[in-house]
């Protein structure tokens, strides 16, 4: 074998230097593989080898090797474009009411460019060096076995420059739900139609659920023949409630308008979108590998990322004949007043809070509310002298108006009702108020007035109620002879929670007799005189103090011995607590008088003959009166005025008076 001398060496290196773009090229060959990967937004790193062998190399001559190109480290390399974040899903916070988009969607971001720095090297054992930095910097079979099955893997070069990078390909595909109605639908006025759409595809997450929510108002227009959607809810005959129910969209429609009997084209044609999921289906490549001059610029190769985006639609194809349905007059047997307040507390101002209950809203409404303050100066007669009224236009001039209430005053509550759509009043009608029946009512030309259907004493909110567990009755008469009149003279001590309301007498031939007038006088078998052979129980009637209550099992003493009793129906008794607010104890006290009644002894100046002197009646009626008239003023003290309410009022009955009672009792 010749030798070459050092000239023809450095002649032989400098012509077949792919740096220096040596002429020859006969024997060389250059390998360039270019890929760029994103997985999960993360680059791998690059990997190159470049190797140059001279054709016309001496076999023999082991000092003569052409030098090759060495790859730059990855220490020395520019960072490659930061991993592209993974898409997420979009989020359907709003809908969309127009028609769904089409086609494909591209975003891309391009990889930054590495710095190449491949440099030529004297020593010749140097030329494997970039197959060791590739094998230690881009194990791809190492990081393929690390990574998740369905994860993007790259092999090549990611040094790319200019036109290369990733793309992002979104493929959009859109799914509807179909929601139809009946073509035909009645609605009745007054009464709502409700119909369920079928579950949504994909369901319907939590979030836009009142986003998607709506209510519309339609006014049914005789000149088109349809129900046009209006603004205003005056405005409206038909109200549609469209609402996520589960999966799936739910319509509420009502008929609350004026409008005539008739039939109407309800139509609504639009999409929402309600859901959207984004997915990843795979990964392309293209370009990056070089052949030709390798002077020539780098044409990259490029990654692109495939998805899908799946669009979830309600779509509304309602075209439905709705036939309206007024309802027929109606003679109305019950009237309803609620939330009618009457526990001012002193300084509170009266305002206007009676409702009428919704399934009676298209029957009668509230025409004006009134406050009147009662003098209660004489206990035959309440007499208003100061007025509040909802409406402005019911003063009168020079009426004195109730700007506040007052403590310690007594208030009487009136309502007038306005009958609606031509219905009218049953002969046998009835007008409650919070529940409570009112006795007294008057019709009008446009419905009904309630004059004093609640009432009021006011006074100071009680911050905490007290119990009465001890009950104390003094000076009761329980002994009688056959043929006494009943005597009432009982009470309890001075200073006791324990208001004393009346006492009365039962006897197992079911006669009865009471202190109190008011009771007494509605008694049909009256207890005139004790008879013999009868056993007659006594009882008491009794309410608490204001702020107190009676226990459960509280303990009664009469006459300073402990008595034992049954609490009898007409009690007012918390179910829950056992608390009561009004006792009717029927005791364990009884007696039984023995003997024929005494036959009647002639008195001085009475008349033997039989008749009846007038004076001698007018006395023992003026006695008997005094035995059981009941303490009037002691009722007004005590706050159980019902008995003089009834008088005034005109309420007749012991029932009627006991529910004026409980709705004092509720206000207090």
Sequence with gaps: ????????????????????????????????????????????????????????????????????????????????????????????????????????????????????????????????????????????????????????????????????????????????????????????????????????????????????????????????????????????????????????????????????????????????????????????????????????????????????????????????????????????????????????????????????PAADADKYEIAYECWEEMDGSDPRELTPVAFWYSDPGKYAPGMKKITQFEEGKFYMYSVELRLKDGNTLADDYNVNVNGQWASNTIKTVEGVFAPNAANMLCEQPIVEMQAIDLIEINGATTTFKAGDKPLFTAGTPEGSNVIFQCEYWTGSDGSEANSVGFWDQNITNRIDAFKPGVTYRYGVYLKPARGFYFAPGAKLIINGVECGYQVGEASEVDSESGRAYTLWLSTDLTFTPEGAAPAPQPQPGSNNGGTTNADDTAKASTVEAAATKPAAGNLAATGDDAALMAAALGIAGATAATAVAAARRRNC
């Design 1 to 356: 074998m010749r030798k070459r001398n050092p000239e023809q060496r450095a002649r032989h290196a400098k012509d077949s230097s792919p740096i220096n773009g040596a002429e020859r090229r006969t024997g060389t060959r250059i390998a360039c593989v270019g890929v760029s990967a994103l997985i999960a937004g993360q680059l791998f790193m690059p990997a190159a080898s470049l190797a140059a062998d001279s054709a016309d190399q001496d076999a023999a001559t082991n000092d003569a090797a052409a030098p090759a190109a060495q790859a730059t480290p990855a220490a020395e390399t520019a960072p490659a474009a930061n991993a592209a974040p993974a898409p997420a899903a979009p989020t359907a916070s709003s809908p969309v009411a127009d028609s769904a988009p089409a086609g494909q969607q591209a975003a891309s971001q391009q990889a930054q460019p590495a710095a190449p720095a491949a440099t030529a090297n004297d020593a010749a054992d140097n030329v494997a060096a970039p197959a060791n930095a590739a094998a230690g910097q881009n194990d791809f079979d190492g990081n393929a076995a690390a990574l998740p099955a369905d994860a993007m893997q790259a092999r090549g070069v990611t040094d790319v420059t200019e036109g290369g990078g990733i793309k992002v390909n979104t493929t959009v595909v859109n799914h509807y739900t179909d929601c139809v109605l009946p073509s035909n639908v009645t609605l009745v006025k007054g009464q709502s139609y409700t119909f369920d759409f079928p579950d949504v595809e994909g369901g319907i997450p939590e979030e836009p659920r009142s986003v998607i929510t709506e209510v519309k108002y339609y006014r049914a227009d005789a000149a088109s023949g349809s129900l046009v959607e209006v603004l205003d809810e005056s405005m409206a005959d038909v109200s549609a409630r469209f609402e996520p129910v589960g999966n799936h969209m739910r319509l509420t429609l009502s008929f609350t308008g004026g409008a005539a009997s008739g039939s109407y084209r309800f139509t609504r044609n639009d999409a929402l979108l309600v859901n959207a999921t984004l997915n990843y289906t795979s990964t392309d490549y293209e370009g990056g590998i070089l052949i030709g001059d390798p002077d020539d610029i780098f044409k990259p190769g490029s990654v692109i990322i495939n998805e899908t985006r799946d669009n979830y639609y309600i779509r509304y194809s309602i075209d439905s004949e709705i036939t309206l349905v007024a309802a027929e007059n109606e003679a109305l047997e019950n009237l309803n007043i609620d939330n009618v307040k009457t526990d001012y507390a002193p300084g509170e101002a009266p305002r206007a809070t009676a409702t009428v």
